[in-house]
C-alpha cells in the first residue's frame, strides 16, 4: 500500500517552491527536507517550544502542527527570509547579535519570525511588552534577559531603517 | 585597525550563520539518509518474552529491522563505563539494544531502518513486543528499603558506597556544644538542551572509513569508542560534532545506544543512515539528574563556627551506571564551598531505579552539594539568632589561607586543594549588590502593605577546568588568514569568538581573521571533551601555547629576512614590524602571510603571496637543506594544557522573593550574582553562561520535575508537562563580579559554565524560608507545595 501524493507549492521567502509529499509530511519537515531549508527548527514537536516558528501570510504560525498540504498556496517567511534584502542581517537578527540574544542558535529562528511579526503590530514596545513578546518561545541556553535586550534593540533598528 | 581582543565583550564572530538559518545541526546534515527510529520499552522493568516482526516487513519503505540478535561482535556487547571507579563496586551498563530486559521506560529494544521517519515510525508501531511483567523500583526510598532489586545480581541495589573524611567528625560532633540535624531532598530535573541528541553515518566503502556526525559534546572520545565497538582502525572513523543545540551535559555521555548502532547499520546496509531524537525519546531515553535524599548532622560553637559536618547522599542513579559516580563525588567534595568545618565525613550510596538513567547535568551534583551546605548555614544561623552572612562569613576560608587543602579527593581523582578565592570580599560586593543590609526595612514596608517578602543567599565554590589535557593547533595561512582547531565540542559557548580572541591577541593579529575549529577530530585528534567548565580553561590555554609558539616562529622567520633581532620584532595587526617602527617603514616590517610563505619553500608559487615573498628572498645558503633539521615548513604548531589540578570559581547569589499569603504563589522580585571565574575572556559570554545557568538554577527550583507514577511512568514526558521556564518565568539577572587570576593556568582563567546554576535551589529555599517563617528542605517547590506546607505548619 503506498501513500496519495500530492504536490504542494509555497511562495517561500519570495521564491515559489514546491514538492510532492505525503498529506501528513508537516511543514516543518516540508520546508527542511523536503525544500532543504533548514533554518526552521524543530525543538518538541508538539507546538509549546517555538522553535519552529514561521511566518505563513505574515502570522506566525508553529510549523510543526500544520501539514504542509493545508498550507498550499500560502506566503511563507523563514528565518532564512528575515535578513535585509542585499543579504546582510535583518533587524532582529542584528539585534540578536548586538545584544548577545543567541548561545546555542537553536531556538534562535523561532525568536526571529515570532519577533518579526511581533514588531509589525507593536512596533515600540516597552520592556515588559517585550518579555510577553517572546514568552511563548522556549530557549534552554540564555535565561531570556538578552532576547529581550533583543526585541528592544530590533524596535529601535526597524524604526532607523523605515525613517530612512 | 586591531579590535581588541583578550578580555572585550564582542561580538560573536559564529552568530551571522546561525541567525540567518546557515547553522548545520544534526538533523540539517544528510537529507538523503535513511532513517532510523526505535522500539523503545513502554514498561519500567520486564523481561523481553518475545519480538514479533512479521506485521511490519511488508511496509513499503522498510529497509531493516535490528534486534539484539542481530548486534555482531562487540556491537552486542554491554556499552562502555566511562568512568570506573573503585567504590562503584557494581556498575552496571545498557547495552546497545536490549537483551532479555528492560530497566526502564524508553530503553531501545529494536532499530527499524526506513526510506523516511514516518515510515520508520510506522514500521515501530507494528512490531510487538511481549513482556513478562517484574516488579519496578521507582524513587529513592524504594531502591534504599531494597525489597525489590533493579538487578538480581546487584544486592541493595547499591552500586557505590564511597566515604571520605577529614578529622574526627564523630569526636567533633560529639564534643560541639550545639548539634542539629537536617533531612533534605532535592527532585530530578534534566538538561534538556532545545536540540536532542542525533546521530548521522556515513560509511565510505571505497576508502573503508567512516564519517560521523553526533551532536555530542565529546567527538573525539565517540571515535575511540566507535572505532573500538565497530572493530575499525582508528584512522578509518572521523566524528564531526556539527552545530549542536545545547548540550548541558547530557551529550557528554557516550556512546550512546543509538551512537552504536547507527554507524553499524550504515555499515552494514552502505547507505547513510540518520536518527535525530524526538522529544519524548529525549525525556525517557536520555538521562536526568539531581535526585538525592540526604541527612545532614552538623555541630558548631556560639559563635556559628562548624565543627563537625557528617552528610550521609542517597543518591539516585537510575537505571545504569555509564558515567560512574562523578554526580555523588561531585557532591560529596563540592559541598563545602567557600567554608572550613573542623571535621568533616561524607557518606554516600549510589542506588538504582527502574528510571531513566542519571548522568551529570550542569552543575554535576554541585547544586545538591550546595543545597545540603547552605540550607546547613541558615539552620544555624537561624538557631544562634544570627544573621545569614555573619555564621557564613565567620566559616569563610580567608584569601590568605589560599591555597586550602580540604584533605579530601576531588573528581579528576587528584586532591581537592582550592587555588584562589576571596569569599569575604565576593560577600561585601554580593551584599551591597542586594542590599542586605537594607532589607529588613523593605520587609517591614512590605508587610505593612500586607505583602510576605524575602531574602535568601547561598554560596558557592565551583571546581573548573578539570584535567588531563586538551590541545590546539595554530595555522597562519599564507592569505593572512589564522585557522585554528581544538578537540573539545562547543554546545552554544561561543568558544569560536572566545578563542579567537585568545589566539588573535597571542599572536597580534585582528581577531575577525581567527577561523576556530572545534569538535572535528579530521582537524584535531586529542581532546577530552566540554564538561565541568573545563573548555575556556583547558583549550583557552592551549590555544594560547600553540600561538605562543607560531608567534616565536615568525619572528625568527621575519628576523631573518628582516635581519633583525627576534627580540627587536613584535606583531601588531598581522604585520611583523621593529618594535615601535612606524607602519610601513619600508625594510622594517613584512606581513604575517608573507612570513608563512616564507615559512615553506615551495617549489611552486600560485598566488600574489607568494611573489610578494620572492622581494625577501635574500642569499641563500646551499650548504644547509631548505628546512632544517627540527624545524617543519609552514608557520603552524600544535600546543597542549596540562593542569596539576582544578582551579576553583566561587560565587554567591542572592534573591529576593515575594510569597503570596494566600494563593502561596512565588515570585522572584530580585535575583543578584557575584562571580568570580578570574581573568574574563569575553565578559559578555561569561555574562549570557550565568544569565543561563541562573534560568536552569530558577527552574530547578521553583518549575522543572520529573514526576514519576509507582509503575515507573515518566508522567510529564513532553514541554507540556515538564514545566521548562519560560521569559515570564526568569527574574532578571543583575550581575557583578571579581577577578581572582588563578595561579594554576597562564591566562589565569577559571571555568564560568555551570556557575549559574549551582546555588539556584540553594538560595530560592533560603529567600522563601525566609519569608514564610520556616525551612524549606525540599525543592523543587511550587505553590501547591508551598501551601501544604503552611497548613502542616499551622497544625503543628
Ligand atoms: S517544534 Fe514546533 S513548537 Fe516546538
Ligand atoms: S540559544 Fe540555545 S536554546 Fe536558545
Known amino acids: 500500500m503506498s501513500e496519495a501524493m500530492f504536490e504542494v507549492t509555497l511562495l517561500v521567502n ?151 | 585597525m586591531t579590535t581588541a581582543a583578550f578580555g572585550e565583550p564582542i561580538a560573536r564572530l559564529e552568530d551571522p550563520r546561525l541567525l540567518t538559518g546557515q547553522g548545520r545541526f544534526l538533523d540539517d546534515i544528510g537529507h538523503q539518509a535513511l532513517a532510523a527510529a526505535f522500539v523503545r520499552s513502554p514498561h519500567a522493568h520486564a523481561r523481553i518474552v518475545d519480538i514479533d516482526v512479521s506485521a511490519a516487513v511488508d511496509v513499503e519503505g522498510l529497509v531493516a529491522v535490528y534486534t539484539h540478535e542481530d548486534l555482531d561482535g562487540r556491537v552486542g556487547e554491554p556499552l562502555p563505563l566511562l568512568i570506573p571507579h573503585a567504590a562503584l563496586t557494581h556498575g552496571r551498563t545498557a547495552y546497545a539494544l536490549a537483551k532479555d530486559e528492560v530497566n526502564h521506560v524508553g530503553e531501545p529494544i529494536v532499530m527499524v531502518v526506513a526510506t523516511d521517519r514516518y515510515v520508520a515510525e510506522d514500521v515501530c508501531d507494528r512490531i510487538v513486543v511481549t513482556y513478562d511483567f517484574l516488579p519496578p523500583v521507582v524513587g529513592i526510598e524504594a531502591a534504599r528499603s531494597a525489597e525489590l532489586l533493579v538487578h538480581d545480581d546487584v544486592p541493595g541495589n547499591v552500586s557505590a558506597h564511597l566515604v571520605q573524611s577529614r578529622g574526627d567528625v564523630e569526636a567533633a560532633l560529639a564534643g560541639a556544644p550545639h548539634v542539629l540535624e537536617l533531612d533534605l531532598d532535592i527532585e530530578r530535573s534534566a538538561s534538556t538542551p532545545l536540540e536532542g541528541k542525533g546521530v548521522h553515518a556515513r560509511w565510505d566503502a571505497d576508502d573503508a572509513s567512516l564519517r560521523v556526525y553526533t551532536s555530542t559534546q565529546a567527538s573525539t572520545s565517540v571515535r575511540a569508542a566507535l572505532a573500538a565497538r ?60 539531581r535526585g538525592q535524599l540526604q541527612h545532614v548532622e552538623v555541630g558548631f560553637d556560639d559563635d556559628g563556627r562548624l565543627l563537625g559536618l557528617d552528610v550521609t547522599v542517597w543518591h539516585d542513579n537510575g537505571a545504569y551506571t555509564p558515567y560512574g559516580i562523578i554526580v555523588p563525588i561531585v557532591t560529596t567534595t563540592q559541598l563545602l564551598g567557600p567554608y572550613k568545618p573542623e571535621a568533616y565525613r561524607a557518606e554516600f550510596f549510589s542506588l538504582y531505579t527502574n528510571t531513566v538513567t542519571v548522568t551529570p547535568y550542569r552543575g554535576a551534583g554541585r547544586p545538591q552539594g550546595c543545597f545540603a551546605m547552605e540550607r546547613t548555614m541558615d539552620a544555624v544561623a537561624a538557631y544562634l539568632g544570627l544573621d545569614r552572612t555573619v555564621v557564613r562569613e565567620r566559616n569563610f576560608i580567608r584569601p590568605d589561607e589560599m591555597p586550602y587543602d580540604h584533605g579530601l579527593i576531588f573528581q579528576d581523582g587528584r586532591p581537592l586543594i582550592y587555588d584562589s578565592g576571596d569569599y569575604p570580599a565576593t560577600l561585601e560586593k554580593l551584599k551591597k549588590l542586594v542590599g542586605w543590609d537594607e532589607f529588613e526595612a523593605f520587609r517591614a514596608e512590605a508587610r505593612a502593605a500586607g505583602r510576605r517578602v524575602g531574602i535568601g543567599i547561598a554560596c558557592y565554590v565551583e571546581g573548573t577546568g578539570v584535567g588531563p589535557y586538551e590541545g590546539g593547533w595554530v595555522k597562519v595561512e599564507t592569505d593572512g588568514t589564522v585557522v585554528a582547531a581544538t578537540g573539545l565540542t562547543t554546545q552554544g559557548q561561543g568558544h569560536k ?97 608573507t612570513v608563512a610563505v616564507l615559512a615553506n619553500p615551495l617549489r611552486y608559487a600560485f598566488d600574489r603571496e607568494a611573489e610578494r615573498a620572492t622581494q625577501f628572498g635574500g642569499p641563500v645558503d646551499y650548504s644547509k637543506p631548505p628546512v632544517a633539521e627540527g624545524d617543519s615548513p609552514g608557520l603552524e604548531d600544535t600546543g597542549y594544557y596540562s593542569p596539576p589540578r582544578s582551579t576553583f570559581a ?147
Open chain 1, 14 to 164: 519570495g521564491v515559489p517552491r514546491s514538492a510532492t509529499v505525503p498529506a501528513r509530511r508537516l511543514l516543518s519537515d516540508f520546508l527542511r527536507h523536503d525544500l532543504e531549508l533548514t533554518g526552521t527548527h524543530v525543538g518538541c514537536e508538539h507546538g509549546v517550544c517555538g522553535a519552529c516558528t514561521v511566518l505563513v501570510d505574515g502570522r506566525p504560525i508553529r510549523s510543526c502542527l500544520q501539514f504542509a498540504v493545508t498550507v498550499d498556496g500560502a506566503e511563507v517567511t523563514t528565518v532564512e527570509g528575515c535578513t535585509r534584502p542585499d543579504g546582510e542581517l535583518g533587524h532582529v537578527q542584528q539585534a540578536f547579535r548586538d545584544c548577545h540574544g543567541l548561545q546555542c542558535g537553536f531556538c534562535t529562528p523561532g525568536f526571529v519570525t515570532t519577533i518579526t511579526a511581533y514588531l509589525e503590530e507593536n512596533p515600540t514596545p516597552t520592556q515588559e511588552q517585550a518579555r510577553e513578546a517572546i514568552a511563548g518561545n522556549l530557549c534552554r541556553c540564555t535565561g531570556y534577559q538578552n532576547i529581550v535586550a533583543s526585541v528592544l534593540r530590533a524596535a529601535e533598528l526597524r524604526a532607523e531603517e523605515t525613517q530612512r
Open chain 2, 497 to 593: 569568538t572566545a578563542f579567537a580572541q585568545v589566539v588573535a591577541s597571542e599572536l597580534g593579529v585582528p581577531v575577525e581573521r581567527v577561523q576556530v575549529t572545534t569538535g572535528d577530530t579530521r582537524r584535531f585528534g586529542y581532546a577530552v571533551g566540554t564538561f565541568a567548565s573545563r573548555a575556556a580553561v583547558m583549550s583557552g590555554n592551549a590555544l594560547a601555547s600553540a600561538a605562543r609558539k607560531v608567534r616565536d616562529k615568525a619572528l625568527r622567520i621575519a628576523g631573518e629576512a628582516l635581519e633583525a633581532d627576534p627580540r627587536d620584532l613584535e606583531i601588531v595587526d598581522g604585520v611583523v614590524r621593529v618594535v615601535g617602527s612606524p607602519p610601513s617603514a619600508p625594510g622594517s616590517s613584512i606581513p604575517l602571510a
Open chain 2, 650 to 796: 566561587n560565587g554567591m547569589h542572592a534573591a529576593i522573593v515575594e510569597t503570596d499569603p494566600d494563593t502561596a504563589e512565588i515570585t522572584i522580585l530580585r535575583y543578584c550574582v557575584v562571580h568570580d571565574c578570574g581573568r574574563l575572556i569575553n565578559p559578555r559570554i561569561v555574562e549570557g553562561q550565568i544569565h543561563g545557568g541562573v534560568a536552569q538554577g530558577v527552574g530547578g527550583a521553583l518549575y522543572e520535575r520529573m514526576v514519576y507514577d509507582d509503575a515507573g511512568q515518566l508522567l510529564n514526558a513532553s514541554f507540556m508537562d515538564f514545566l521548562m521556564p519560560y521569559a515570564t518565568e526568569v527574574p532578571v539577572v543583575e550581575t557583578d563580579h571579581l577577578e581572582t587570576p588563578s595561579p594554576l593556568n597562564p591566562l589565569g582563567i577559571k571555568g564560568a559554565g555551570e556557575a549559574g546554576v549551582i546555588p539556584g535551589s540553594a538560595v530560592l529555599a533560603s529567600a522563601i524560608s525566609d519569608a514564610e517563617g520556616f525551612a524549606i528542605t525540599r525543592m523543587p517547590i511550587s505553590p501547591s507545595d508551598l501551601f501544604s506546607l503552611r497548613l502542616a505548619q499551622e497544625s503543628r
Open chain 2, 230 to 289: 565497530l572493530e575499525l582502525p582508528l584512522d578509518r572513523v572521523e566524528v564531526i560534532a556539527p552545530d549542536v543545540g545545547g548540550g548541558f551535559g547530557v551529550k557528554i555521555v557516550h556512546p550512546w545506544p543509538e551512537e552504536v548502532v547507527v554507524p553499524w547499520a550504515a555499515i552494514r546496509l552502505g547507505r547513510e543512515v540518520k536518527w535525530t531524537e524526538d522529544r519524548r525519546e529525549h525525556f525517557v531515553g536520555a538521562t536526568h539528574e
